[in-house]
């Protein structure tokens, strides 16, 4: 099983100021053969109580069970639902587990270094932690869950919640380099369009480390607890 315990902040100088960036929680990977408990992700996200009951739309119960409620949801889906989710790609969701150990087990060293970090590792990590959450996981995960979850369930409501505006924005600045560090590292600026149309302009946008560790934070819990359960 996959928890996501405690929480990690790099900084680094670039320039002439102090860059830290808090780039979401560290990550120890947990693997049990018996009863799968979401208590320890459960807590984590309880952090986020505020903004996934104003944002995401989801119940104060649910938001403080949320790891535990997408689990559940995922896990009585119909096997059908199921296979169809696992072969909407050419990835096995084997491969995709493996993918997101990689990624736990490079966070987990970068924690376990302690101390300022360079520059170059905030920067790589910065960027690494981006992909994940918001390209990977959002082609792999996000897309599927939202056509398979039912409306009004939690899962259907955080899986839409990560595949719409502001963060769909985001997603596409991600994949399309579009994107940079304010000027005193306190947010990420990035360029998207409001719609599909190439066309259109770019228009800016502002992220702060608050809101991106929220969304990231989301991102991870809702995928770990679907892989898990598929």
């Given at each position: 099983m996959l928890l996501l315990l405690g929480a990690d902040e790099a900084s680094c100088h670039?320039?002439?100021?102090?860059?830290?960036?808090?780039?979401g929680a560290t990550y120890s990977l947990l693997i049990s053969?018996?009863?799968?408990?979401?208590?320890?992700?459960?807590?984590?996200?309880?952090?986020?109580?505020?903004?996934?009951?104003?944002?995401?739309?989801?119940?104060?119960?649910?938001?403080?069970?949320?790891?535990?409620?997408?689990?559940?949801?995922?896990?009585?889906?119909?096997?059908?639902?199921?296979?169809?989710i696992r072969e909407a790609t050419p990835?096995?969701?084997?491969?995709?587990?493996?993918?997101?150990?990689?990624?736990q087990y490079f966070m987990d060293s970068m924690h376990m270094s302690g101390g300022d970090k360079a520059p170059q590792v905030v920067r790589a990590q910065v960027i690494i932690q981006n992909y994940i959450c918001f390209v990977y996981l959002s082609d792999a995960c996000f897309n599927?869950?939202?056509?398979?979850?039912?409306?009004?369930?939690?899962?259907?409501?955080?899986a839409k919640y990560l595949t719409d505006n502001p963060i769909r924005a985001f997603r596409n600045a991600i994949a399309h380099s579009n994107w940079t560090y304010s000027k005193d590292s306190s947010s990420l600026v990035y360029w998207a369009r409001k719609?599909?149309?190439?066309?259109?302009?770019?228009?800016?946008?502002t992220v702060s480390n608050e809101t991106l560790a929220f969304w990231q934070a989301l991102s991870r819990c809702t995928a770990y607890a679907a892989f898990e359960n598929l």
């Open positions: 670039i320039g002439p100021c102090m860059v830290r960036f808090n780039y053969e018996c009863t799968m408990s979401w208590s320890k992700l459960d807590n984590q996200m309880k952090n986020y109580h505020s903004d996934l009951t104003s944002l995401v739309k989801v119940s104060p119960l649910m938001a403080d069970r949320l790891a535990t409620t997408i689990a559940s949801e995922v896990r009585f889906f119909q096997p059908d639902t199921k296979r169809a990835i096995k969701l084997s491969a995709r587990l493996d993918e997101l150990k990689s990624f599927e869950l939202k056509k398979a979850s039912k409306a009004g369930t939690t899962l259907r409501k955080c719609g599909a149309d190439r066309n259109e302009p770019l228009v800016e946008h």
